[in-house]
């Protein structure tokens, strides 16, 4: 009895000491990852450090923190990805208003649309100085910055503001967004962990874990969040009833700065019907919007791109079809519609192409 | 599936785990289904090679023990020893050499004007086929040498032969070892997965943290159209350490993961880089094939049982077919063939560096071991660019660059390479001056400082570690 006691305490003990041993390895680890952060990007080493440090809700619309910085992306003193807009009167400029498609997740620095189109038009205009603001905000819609716009028209005096909407922003929208305060749209990177480690073990293993298990592993977490309700084959009318409105609200505000507003349609990855092989990235797109199956994505694609045509052809606006142009290659993207550094290259491209021949006289 | 891939750790969790659950007859069953999967997942068709090698092995040393028991003549067990022999040495040189010495033949046939059509054959090289061919060589001959009892179990000898940590990059096992170990009842102890644990943590640090930084770097210097002196210097430096933390953190992974399950493998590198000669580098760089080299090649051919002359011969012979073992390319000839001759010569010199080693002084003694680690450190940086080199014209470029070995030095890009080798340097200098092998388990340290130093390793494995590469001697 005695013996036995004595192993039982003995094997506590070492229980407890390998607890501890990892408890004490685990904190150095997530000390280490601070000072990681703080090294290389100038993160603080206490409190939350994430992606939406980058932006703010004043109350009426969701913008840029000045000067702001989270890993790779950072901010100038308008808060705008890119470089310090010209202090001097009259440069001319082009905004890109959109949301993060525009502000650039994947692509390397430098290489998200908005610059290529700046270098591009400064090569092929002959405006040395011309500026292309990226007023892009993940999770911004298309309705909900009409005061960002304004704000943009008081501040820049943009000659051409190019409007790049994102589609899916209105699933599980009913009424148009126009004038009305709101937040960003809900996106994976609003997710706060308290843990810069586990921060970046989540990302580790997703960049690590093979497609096949990720996709499983996504499946099983749209349908835990499906449990016990019916996902939407396509979106209800309403929506892009919507998604239209808030696009004619964006053009007349474009129009009242004074600006001559270019609308885009929306490109993606996928060719119709897409592609075997493409399915767990529909999959991935799904997780952002649990309540739409797969193949409503597409669906709610080709009927919003139906209604950037009508609304350009309707308000007499500059069409852009990106859509025709850069949808169902999939070089072009890194994930379901957010560019690598070849796509941003050529949505930058067709932009400039088109913008240059507006701002010819 | 590399030890550095996530599908490695999805593959070999749940293999320990199910491995704990099960008897010692089953895990063995369940060790050769999960060391199958592992090696099928390169290229399922690899496993007909090694099937039809290990098979004609165990057939061939069952007849050799019962040849031995029934008091038959050698001649009739030398006949089983053949058959093996030229099976495993004939699948090697197939699938390894074939190519090679048909290329070659066909060069050195039109280099003086006869034009011989000489095929080449498209053929893939079953991954890790150089290690466990002489893995399954050393059980015959030992067994023909009667040094070993042949196993009536065939999965017993398949696992020994296919287990998965040593299956591609070794270290090469004798059956003597890793037989015992399979057909015995194996008890998991605390001390093993402890030490099994600090093994793979500074295995993973040495090949993710060390090696696949220094790869870009080495890389880079390889495949420019031309370099100067100082970034030859650089380049060799770069890659003896990339090299060295690229094997031998393999090894430590698979020495952790074996030890995780109970078994234990010889330990293949001993500081190599603290050799004072030539002979000294091969008793502490890749053990494991270099005593099977000198075991199973250089004392069949004659050791120096004869005279000085047929001893040389055979030392230059055997590291001229080491070099050929690790590929089929002229460089790792003239890299087998550089090291013979340093053996050789090292050989030769011995006496007069033991004269010069005995009338040193003991203050001088220290010095002394410094120029002779230094020295051969310096020999075997030259061997690696031999090693390394993309062709012999780059062979003949860059040593010709070494006549000014600080022109155009790269400064930053040694500063760089220094700081990433300096944990690994640390180590194995206390390493070597305390004579505690086990010194990376840093159980010196009091528990809580040990515990952050392999919070901050880890945290350097994940995170800081460079873009995954292959392991330098998976192409073997």
Redo the contacts between chains.
């Keep these: 009895m005695r013996s036995r006691l004595l192993i039982d305490r003995t094997r506590f003990g070492q229980a407890a000491s390998a607890t501890l041993f990892a408890v004490v390895a685990l904190l150095a680890m997530e000390a280490a990852s601070r000072l990681d952060d703080h090294w290389n990007h100038g993160a603080p080493l206490w409190g939350s450090y994430d992606f939406e440090r980058l932006f703010t809700f004043d109350g009426r619309v969701v913008r840029g923190v000045p000067h702001a910085q989270y890993a790779k992306w950072s901010l100038n003193s308008v808060g705008m990805r890119g470089p310090e807009p010209a202090a001097a009167p009259g440069i001319p400029r082009a905004v890109v208003y959109g949301a993060s498609e525009s502000f650039g997740i994947y692509e390397s620095d430098g290489k998200e649309f908005p610059r290529v189109m700046q270098e591009r038009l400064r090569a092929d205009t002959g405006l040395g100085q011309f500026e292309v603001l990226n007023a892009g905000v993940p999770g911004m819609r298309v309705g909900s910055g009409t005061e960002y716009i304004e704000w943009l028209g008081q501040r820049f005096q943009p000659r051409v503001v190019v409007i790049y909407p994102t589609p899916t922003h209105y699933i599980g929208v009913s009424r148009p967004l126009c004038g009305r305060p709101a937040r960003a749209a809900s996106s994976a990177s609003d997710v706060k962990p308290s843990s810069r480690l586990l921060a970046k073990l989540t990302d580790r293993i997703k960049e690590s874990l093979p497609r096949s298990l990720l996709t499983m592993a996504r499946k099983g977490a749209i349908a835990w969040a499906t449990r016990g309700t019916q996902a939407l084959d396509r979106v209800p009318p309403s929506s892009l009833e919507a998604f239209k409105a808030d696009l004619d609200c964006a053009v007349q505000a474009v129009r009242r700065i004074g600006a001559t507003p270019v609308l885009v349609t929306h490109a993606n990855r996928f060719a119709a019907p897409p592609a075997a092989d493409e399915a767990m990235w529909l999959t991935g797109w799904r997780m952002q919007y649990p309540e739409l199956r797969e193949a409503g994505f597409i669906d709610l694609e080709q009927r919003a791109n139906a209604l950037v045509r009508e609304v350009a052809q309707q308000a007499d606006v500059e069409l852009v079809d990106a859509a025709s142009e850069l949808t169902g290659r999939a070089e072009l993207f890194a994930d379901h519609a957010h560019f690598n550094d070849a796509g941003a290259q050529r949505m930058g491209n067709l932009l400039a192409r088109r913008v240059a021949a507006l701002l010819k006289p | 599936m590399l030890f550095n891939?996530?599908?490695f750790l999805?593959f070999v969790v749940p293999v320990l785990a199910t491995y704990y659950l099960l008897p010692h007859r089953a895990q063995n069953a369940f060790l050769v289904i999960a060391s199958c999967y592992f090696y099928a997942s390169w290229d399922w068709r690899f496993l007909f090679p090694l099937l039809f090698s290990t098979t004609i092995d165990y057939v061939c040393a069952r007849r050799m023990e019962q040849s031995l028991g029934r008091g038959e003549p050698a001649t009739r067990r030398k006949l089983y020893l053949q058959i093996s022999l030229v099976t495993n040495l004939g699948l090697l040189g197939f699938f390894k050499y074939y190519n090679f010495f048909a290329e070659s033949l066909h060069a050195l046939l039109s280099s003086i004007g006869l034009e011989v059509p000489i095929g080449t054959l498209e053929i893939i090289l079953p991954v890790g086929i150089s290690f466990y061919t002489f893995q399954a060589l050393s059980y015959t001959i030992d067994v023909y040498r009667g040094q070993i009892h042949a196993t009536r179990s065939f999965w017993d000898f398949f696992l020994a032969v296919l287990f998965f940590p040593h299956l591609v990059a070794g270290p090469i096992q004798r059956a003597s070892n890793l037989l015992a170990q399979v057909m015995q009842p194996r008890k998991i102890t605390?001390v093993q997965i402890v030490d099994g644990l600090h093994l793979i943590v500074w295995g993973y640090f040495k090949k993710v943290f060390i090696a696949d930084r220094l790869a870009p770097i080495v890389d880079a210097y390889f495949h420019a159209s031309s370099v100067s002196g100082g970034e030859t210097v650089v380049a060799v430096v770069a890659f003896a350490f990339q090299i060295y933390c690229d094997f031998s953190g393999y090894t430590d992974i698979a020495r952790g993961v074996a030890k995780l399950m109970g078994f234990e493998f010889v330990l293949n590198f001993n500081l190599p880089y603290f050799a004072t000669n030539p002979s000294d580098f091969w008793q502490r760089w890749h053990i494991s094939l270099s005593s099977w080299l000198r075991d199973y090649l250089y004392i069949s051919l004659g050791g120096n049982r004869g005279s000085e002359w047929k001893t040389y011969r055979n030392l230059l012979l055997t590291m001229l077919l080491g070099g050929l073992w690790h590929g089929a390319a002229w460089n790792f000839v003239l890299w087998g063939f550089y090291h013979g001759t340093l053996l050789v010569v090292h050989r030769l010199l011995t006496p007069v560096l033991e004269r010069v080693g005995a009338r040193i002084g003991t203050r001088a003694r220290g010095p002394w071991l410094a120029v002779r680690i230094l020295s051969m450190f310096v020999l075997t940086c030259y061997g690696w660019l031999l090693f390394r080199a993309t062709s012999l014209a780059q062979v003949v470029e860059m040593t010709a660059s070494l006549a000014h070995p600080l022109r155009a030095f790269p400064a930053e890009t040694a500063w760089h390479c220094l700081l990433v080798v300096a944990p690994l340097v640390l180590v194995q200098f206390v390493q070597y001056l305390s004579g505690r092998l086990d010194f990376y388990r840093l159980a010196w340290l009091p528990?809580?400082l040990?515990?952050?130093?392999?919070?901050?390793l880890?945290?350097?494995v994940?995170?800081?570690g460079a873009a995954p590469q292959s392991f330098v001697y998976f192409q073997f």
Excluded at chain 2, 450 to 456: D, P, R, S, V
């Design positions: 891939s996530f599908e999805l605390s528990r809580p040990m515990a952050a130093t392999y919070g901050l880890l945290y350097g994940v995170f800081l």
